[in-house]
């Protein structure tokens, strides 16, 4: 590649030395390790901690069996003695070896002032259980909540924290001048003031300043900015930059602890630990269902026995124990995890991957709906979006000359513009030989017909002195000249995704208030993809952590009135990504945001946003329907057990059929 010097408006066939590699085989082998891809981890199966658990409850099943069998052998005329106390002993195993961590947990929350919960409820409902005799229940109870806790972590993703695919936007080596030689070294090693060579393919290691070499930077991975970045002497080179098509040179400004992308990894850290855990509508229901039960019993245990003449306190004890027993949330504790399950699967069978029962409940409160821009709404790659020729050119020539002028560039602007004339099916316009050029971050000289052809930004019409009218520009713009006379613009920029506008069409239908979108793009190309889609709140220009402090600021305006969700692709949105109340990533973007990310798009639609959204809320109507449910036929009984009208077998009929019912309603969740 020829270098242009402004100062001398001369070519000079010499190379930098930074530069003269390029093309090696060293510097090839470089640039393909840069894009290799991380190796697949394995498999995840049932880990440690699932596999003891269902060990524990088949034990517990299988010593309650023997109980049962010791129990019949006690009713027979003329057992021993020792059998009945035998077989209590046996179903006590049972029951303890089932609800020890229930039992233990609701111990620890009492302690701590936390009485009210379900752990509770459940705690005091089996207790009651065997004191009056029904040990079967009391283990039922135990085994069939456990049976719930374990689909919900199922469900649920087990390495949603996990950051390592960051890590890659860390480099392991940096490249440092040392007296005349370029010696490699961990990027821990490169201070302030260091010269780094940074070949094509390969990342910046730390912040610094570029000193020398010319091409551009994929940003993308810092900044979301789709259109690369301009690589010249003085300009910002950031940690997590690749270096597209020539060799730099930066001057390290500062240690790798404290650059861009070691911050984004501590974001990720951070976001994720600020952000509070969603809480199951289960458990909300339990804060009020729990004492409401309790009070009752003790105002049936209590109050007769006082005020009525006559009556026996033993007898009101029994009767308040059956209503512990009848309150047991046993079709509570299988049909909601169920419910949540249900829902779970069908996201899945849709291409949504939800990480857990708790972002479903975290979508189905969603108020506030936040948006990345390249990579989410727009598609993220670059196509002639405008062509505006001036006076004496039409559109056939000004996309001509741009395609001459740009005959031999690999920037992606330029294949846009090459991709736009083979759409036209006519033969490609050709640059005279060897007169072909690349002016670093300015744009393309190349010879026509003997005419100079020039294409490239505003700065490169100013170098060559070419006369045009100066306005803001409206997007990303190629301007060309031929024979010294400006020819036009061409708009280039990423496109709205096909179902952009009607994603937020459908989000607001679902009652989203607010939708906004947080870029690291540029203003006029920020505010375009807005238009388009229909967004009215606009941030952009922002890196990392001013994505993150944006959203900081919204989740503050929304507190109390709905979830804040956020949607996104890149790297520089996973700790966005980690401390929305819901993150939902494309499938198609970074392992980073991917793995940051309460949900995943498999498709990548923007529509399927305001699809996870809905199911989130039809789950939600079926499981408050199956609480809804339960908990009428539940107070029925109790009404009848306060009076000494249902016996406990009854009670537990009602139950079982109750969680029947609530099943089978559990399962449309899965359509």
Known sequence: ????????????????????????????????????????????????????????????????????????????????????????????????????????????????????????????????????????????????????????EGAADKSRRSIRSLLAMRPDKARVRRGDEWVDCGPEDVEPGDLVLVRPGERVPVDGTVVEGSGSFDTSAMTGESAPRPIEAGAEALSGFIATDAAVTIRAERVAAESSAARIVELVENASKAKARTELFIARFAKWYTPAVVVAALLVAL??????????????????????VISCPCAFVISVPLGYFGGLGGAAKRGILIKGAS?????????????????????????????????????????????????????????????????????????????????????????????????????????????????????TEIHVAIAGRYAGRIGVGDALKADGRAALDSLRGLGIRRVAMLTGDSGASAQRAAREAGIDEVHHGLLPEGKLQRLEEILGQERGRGSVIFVGDGVNDAPVLARADAGIAMGGGSDAAVESADVVLMSGEPSRVAEAIERAKRTRRIVKQNIVFALGVKLAFLGLGAFGMAAMWEAVIADVGVALLAVLNSSRALR
């Open 1 to 152: 590649m020829r270098d242009y010097s402004p100062d001398t408006h001369s070519y000079d066939e010499t190379v930098p030395e930074t530069a003269c590699c390029a093309s090696c085989s060293v510097h090839e082998q470089a640039r393909v390790d840069a894009f290799k891809p991380a190796p697949a981890d394995d498999p995840a199966g049932l880990s440690r901690g699932t596999k003891r658990e269902i060990a524990t409850l088949a034990a517990a099943a299988a010593i309650a069996i023997g109980g049962f069998f010791a129990q019949a052998a006690a009713n027979r005329p003329g057992a021993a003695a020792w059998l009945p106390v035998a077989s209590t002993l046996v179903f006590a195993t049972a029951y303890l070896l089932a609800g020890r961590d229930v039992l233990f947990s609701a111990a620890r929350n009492i302690a701590r002032g936390k009485v009210f919960d379900e752990l509770f409820l459940m705690a005091i409902a089996s207790l009651g259980a065997f004191a009056i005799g029904a040990m079967e229940e009391a283990i039922g109870v135990m085994v069939f909540y456990k049976i719930g806790e374990m689909m919900q």
């Open 359 to 475: 972002v479903l409940d975290a979508l189905a409160d969603a108020r506030t709906v936040v948006f990345d821009k390249t990579g989410t709404l727009t598609d993220g790659s670059f196509s002639v979006r405008e062509i505006a020729p001036e006076d004496g050119f039409d559109e056939e020539a000004l996309l001509g000359g741009a395609v001459a002028a740009e005959t031999h560039s690999n920037h992606p602007l330029a294949v846009a513009i090459r991709e736009a004339w083979e759409s036209t099916g006519k033969p490609r316009p050709r640059c005279d030989d060897g007169s072909y050029a690349e002016i670093p971050g300015h744009g393309a000289v190349a010879m026509m017909g003997g005419h100079e052809v020039l294409a490239g930004g505003d700065r490169l019409l100013h170098l060559k002195g070419v006369p045009h009218d100066c306005r803001p520009a409206s997007g």
């Open 303 to 324: 109050i007769p026995p006082l005020l009525v003449p006559g009556q026996s306190f033993a007898d009101w004890a029994y009767r308040a124990l059956v209503m512990l």
